[in-house]
């Protein structure tokens, strides 16, 4: 059974910088056999894709994130991160870890990132 743990949600001020962590377990659950990715959820608001990383280290990511997140990972760890700079009110949301591969996916339950002064 595969676990996805997402932390690092907090309370941060505009322009400010955050970290996501995403630890995933699991029997011979690998996320550099995934494609890995971060979506977010803000309130009213549909479920988005905000970066992803493909098994072969290829990343994409939203507009809106663009020059501003990166999206990694440490193998050796089985961890996803998302380093998230200078924050806009307007990333507040749920932000969600994703292991996908083919017609499976896992998902975690979600770490609430607020940007507000």
């Known amino acids: 059974q595969v676990q996805l743990v997402e932390s690092g949600g907090d309370l941060v001020q505009p322009g400010g910088s955050l970290r996501l962590s995403c630890a995933a377990s699991?029997?011979?659950?690998?996320?550099?056999?995934?494609?890995m990715a971060w979506y977010r959820q803000a309130p009213g608001k549909e479920r988005e894709l905000v970066a992803r990383?493909?098994?072969?280290?290829?990343?994409n990511y939203a507009d809106s994130v663009k020059g501003r997140f990166t999206i990694s990972r440490d193998n050796a760890k089985n961890t996803l991160y998302l380093q998230m700079n200078r924050l806009k009110a307007e990333d507040t949301a749920v932000y969600y870890c994703n292991a996908r591969l083919g017609p499976f996916e896992n998902w975690g339950q979600g770490t609430q990132v607020t940007v507000s002064s």
């Open positions: 699991g029997n011979i659950f690998s996320i550099n056999t995934h494609v």
């Open positions: 990383i493909t098994n072969g280290g290829i990343t």
